[in-house]
């Protein structure tokens, strides 16, 4: 069973920049997909990027062009650049076994704790 730690995270002022980290494990040699959701006060969980095992990415229109997902051996990361205030949200990272990168919820199965970023005007 995948098990999924996320860390990083913090406050930052508006232009600023966070690394988000989610340390992976339990997934042996299985096949699967990782993504980074968010969700802010009110509003529903939303996929903000995506990456599959051959590396392929997926994102969101509202990050395309700030956010960056990546692997780090068993880790992924999301390094957030000119980050804005409506980015404000707890940061979840998801996993689950397959294909293909998914920036929709249902399709994740496994999930962190969370990790808190806020982004100050």
């Known amino acids: 069973q995948i098990q999924l730690v996320e860390s990083g995270g913090g406050s930052v002022q508006a232009g600023g920049s966070l690394r988000l980290s989610c340390a992976v494990s339990g997934y042996g040699y299985s096949t699967y997909y990782m993504g980074w959701f968010r969700q802010a006060p009110g509003k529903e969980r939303e996929g903000v990027a995506a990456i599959d095992s051959t590396g392929r990415t997926r994102y969101a229109d509202s990050v395309k062009g700030r956010f960056t997902i990546s692997k780090d051996n068993a880790n992924k990361i999301l390094e957030m650049d000119s980050l804005k205030p409506e980015d404000t949200a707890m940061y979840y990272c998801?996993?689950?076994?397959?294909?293909?990168?998914?920036?929709?919820?249902?399709?994740?199965?496994?999930w962190g704790q969370g990790t808190q970023v806020t982004v100050s005007s």
């Open positions: 998801a996993a689950n076994y397959g294909l293909g990168p998914s920036l929709e919820r249902s399709r994740f199965a496994y």
